[in-house]
Nanobody, 125 residues
Framework: VQLVESGGGRVPAGNSLLLSCATSGLTMDDYVIGWFRQGRGSEREGLACFSSLEARTEYSKSAQGRFTVSTDLTRHTVYLQISSLKNDDASVYYC???????????????????WGQGTRVFVSA
């Protein structure tokens, strides 16, 4: 199982950004895909989790409103769109995968077993 994030970079505040998580070696229906971020000196924070089999997406309170998960199952890719970027959105963004049946919790960070390398987002004034 491999996850590769892309789409990070330097983006002006107020703009939107689309991050991608390309998956390989897994069957999307068998996994929950999560998006997380970690700012400098901060804990890794959960943003959203997605299950294709359950057609279910959940967002953390901090992600509701400006973050949107979408998918292209033919490309085995999960996207995270961030709108109205703020300075506080500057972080390394990670996607992660866990087997769909390994937890009663849907989006608990410690249940995710496979992580991508992350993609860094800078927000400029």
């Amino acid at each position: 199982v491999q996850l590769v994030e892309s789409g990070g970079g330097r983006v002006p505040a107020g703009n939107s950004l689309l991050l991608s998580c390309a998956t390989s070696g897994l069957t999307m229906d068998d996994y929950v895909i999560g998006w997380f971020r970690q700012g400098r000196g901060s804990e890794r924070e959960g943003l959203a989790c997605f299950s294709s089999l359950e057609a279910r997406t959940e967002y953390s309170k901090s992600a509701q409103g400006r973050f949107t998960v979408s998918t292209d199952l033919t490309r085995h890719t999960v996207y995270l769109q961030i709108s109205s970027l703020k300075n506080d959105d500057a972080s390394v963004y990670y996607c992660a995968a866990r087997p769909r049946t390994n937890s009663f919790h849907f989006c608990r960070r410690t249940d995710f077993q496979v992580w991508g390398q992350g993609t860094r987002v800078f927000v400029s004034a």
